[in-house]
């Protein structure tokens, strides 16, 4: 999503009165969130205790009459170069749970200023955004340029899930203030955003997306050599607002496109190595070095590649995948 994505519209066939009395309503119940105070747990989609991360499903507002549905994410923030000194001082209370010889464990309180955590509100929230952060057994698809045509394209055409939220921070009209770099160009352009699972102040959390301004590149699959010279472009002025502007030399970043990706309009994703960004399991990243490579060497490459990925039971895809008899 843009860090936990944001998830695309659903397309649903809603008359449009209610559909505004709906959005109007939840405008209403969120507009002026500054705690969770208003917000109604209802239960845990997905949780990690490693990576400190929780996604909830709840409503924000009154009664059930003008409550609005919502998916909350919550991520504890990691420690701070500038800060830690603060961790070890009389303020973190300690309590002793074991000890051997000289290694000796404790649980312990962090004073306020350290305890800090980052959200991420869906609100209006609909089925496919609780669908999105459930966890769910995953499935592997091993992706025949046949099996392309005739089970996934089609499933992604059917849903024409929106990217007008895509549009809005191409156009300027979202998130404008948030923009790392631009490059106009309709054809090689892009915009450079901050994921929102980085405050932009960690170099090394570091996380950025590249979205391309040109239109209809969908993922991968839709790659061929005539978009090279967008891709280098990316590559390279990607790596040289990231050294201008934080210091991070090429050779520690990672560029990679995700299979499937979250939404279907071509982005790149940019993290610094050593920083365990979300989606770089080899089952879903692709190298953009890689990309450019098969390209150079096949124009077509990714309409004729096998393709591995992995999907959500019961998802959308999953079950197209199931009734395609793929799973049999």
């Not at 239109?215 to 790596?239: C, M, P, Q």
């Amino acid at each position: 999503m843009l860090a936990a994505k944001r998830a695309a519209c659903d397309g649903e066939v809603v008359d449009e009165s209610t559909k505004k009395a709906k959005l109007d309503n939840a405008a209403t119940a969120f507009q002026h969130v500054s705690s969770f105070g208003d917000f109604k747990p209802r239960r845990i989609l997905s949780e990690d205790a490693r990576t400190k991360f929780m996604a909830v499903e709840g409503t924000f507002g009154g009664d059930a009459s003008d409550s609005a549905a919502a998916v909350v994410v919550v991520e504890k923030t990691p420690f701070s170069r500038e800060n830690y000194e603060l961790v070890f001082t009389a303020d973190t209370k300690l309590e002793e749970t074991f000890h051997n010889d000289v290694y000796t464990s404790y649980g312990g309180k962090l004073s306020a200023a350290l305890n800090g955590l980052t959200a991420t509100v869906i609100c209006p929230a609909t089925q496919k955004h609780v669908d999105k952060y459930l966890f769910k057994p995953q499935h592997m698809i091993t992706e025949t340029p046949k099996l392309y045509k005739e089970v996934t394209e089609p499933y992604i055409t059917s849903q024409q899930l929106s990217l007008q939220w895509v549009y809005n921070i191409l156009e300027h009209k979202k998130e404008s203030e948030r923009i790392l770099f631009e490059d106009p160009d309709p054809e090689t352009g892009f915009i450079l955003l901050p994921d929102m699972k980085w405050d932009t102040k960690q170099p090394e959390n570091l996380y950025v997306l590249a979205i391309c301004h040109k239109h209809g590149i969908r993922s991968l699959r839709d790659l061929t050599a005539d978009h090279l010279s967008l891709l280098r472009n990316i590559n390279e002025k990607v790596k040289a607002a990231l050294l201008l502007q934080f210091g991070v030399p090429s050779h520690r970043l990672r560029g990679y496109l995700h299979y499937q990706p979250s939404y279907y309009h071509l982005h790149v994703h940019f993290s610094v190595l050593g920083f365990d960004a979300p989606g770089t399991q080899v089952e879903r990243a692709h190298l953009l070095s890689t990309v450019i490579s098969n390209l150079e060497a096949f124009p077509d490459y990714y309409q004729k590649a096998t393709l591995g990925f992995t999907v959500k039971e019961g998802d959308g895809l999953h079950a197209k995948y199931k009734e395609a008899g793929y799973f049999d």
